[in-house]
């Protein structure tokens, strides 16, 4: 693990930011997932089993199977089985097979809904919901805060807007929860990309009581979860060849998308997109795009505004 993750200076389409490289915490999990997962890499558990649910392509099932390998735990996960997605396995489901999950259908999950939503202890065996979507994932965010606030002070950045898309809302949640216990004002930015503003508002009360929550922005654009969008790729080649760096499709792309809309937000603060990784994720989300646009064009010229499909 490498901690304080890097910060990285761009620009893209005249609007600066600072890049925190939470991708780079560990090439073995998957970006924030090693900061959501923190609390059980660095306990003792007496356990011979994790459980965990959701889609079959997910960032967090993948980085549960790097913790499950290392501990020497028996890795459950319950999806709704795509039958042709298991016969030629890419990216994080691949990946995840390797590590010795074993995938079972959801059908076969017989828990209440009460349980689904906390980590639960049973016997020998360890219930973690969705997406590390659980109070414990705090402790590692908290650090997440920790960085953030080491890293304005020696930079005298006193005025701070943070962003990052969310799933759960898990990390923007507790990373404003956490900046607000230690008396920092910083801004905490996010966009829905699974449901909308409502649906995240949910998430966020149901993961903590306290008042504070990170701003929600809305894209003009209804984007389905991991939908398929030119617009979002374009977004996507856009970062990869005039900034340099590769960013998650399912994620990032609708951030950077909300981010470049609200850009009048952000004029003339100092502006820190979180970088939560998920780069395994895009093998599979890349041959989607494939099957749909046909054949991907080679990256094209630096500041093209091309369409890349
Ligand atoms: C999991 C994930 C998110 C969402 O994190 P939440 O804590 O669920 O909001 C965002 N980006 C990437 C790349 C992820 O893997």
Redesign the pocket.
């Known amino acids: 693990m490498r901690f304080p993750s890097p910060v990285e200076y761009y620009e893209l389409e005249g609007v600066p930011f600072y890049l925190k490289r939470d991708d780079l915490i560990d090439p073995r999990f998957?970006?924030?997932?090693a900061r959501?997962l923190h609390y059980f890499l660095v306990r003792d558990f007496h356990i011979n089993r994790l459980i965990s649910y959701g889609s079959m392509q997910s960032?967090?099932m993948y980085s549960l199977s790097v913790l499950c390998r290392d501990r020497g735990w028996e890795f459950l996960y319950y999806a709704r089985i795509n039958e042709k997605l298991l016969l030629s396995p890419l990216g994080n489901l691949k990946r995840a097979l390797e590590n010795g999950m074993v995938l079972r259908p959801i059908e076969e999950l017989r828990v209440d809904r009460k349980l689904c939503s906390e980590t639960k202890l049973f016997d020998d065996t360890l219930f973690v919901p969705e997406?590390v979507?659980c109070k414990e994932a705090k402790e590692g965010v908290s650090l997440l805060a920790d960085e953030i606030i080491e890293w304005a002070r020696a930079n005298n950045v006193e005025r701070l807007n943070i962003f990052l898309?969310?799933?759960?809302?898990?990390?923007?949640l507790f990373l404003k929860e956490s900046l607000a216990e230690r008396g920092c004002s910083f801004e905490v930015y996010t966009v829905a990309c699974v449901g909308d503003s409502d649906y995240l508002k949910k998430e966020f009360r149901s993961l903590s009581n306290s008042k504070i929550s990170p701003v929600i922005l809305q894209p003009s654009v209804k984007f389905r979860f991991a939908s398929l969008d030119p617009r979002l790729f374009e977004i996507y080649m856009k970062i990869k060849n005039v900034c340099g760096f590769e960013i998650?499709l399912?994620?990032?792309t609708v951030g950077f998308f909300t981010l470049l809309e609200n850009r009048g937000l952000f004029e003339g603060t100092t502006l820190l997109y979180i970088h939560?990784?998920?780069l395994l994720g895009n093998e599979s989300m890349i041959a989607r795009y494939k099957a749909k646009f046909g054949k991907i064009a080679k990256p094209f010229k630096k500041d093209s505004h091309a369409v890349s499909i």
């Open positions: 998957s970006g924030n997932k959501k960032n967090a997406g979507r898309p969310s799933g759960t809302g898990t990390t923007a998650d399912v994620y990032d939560q990784g998920g």
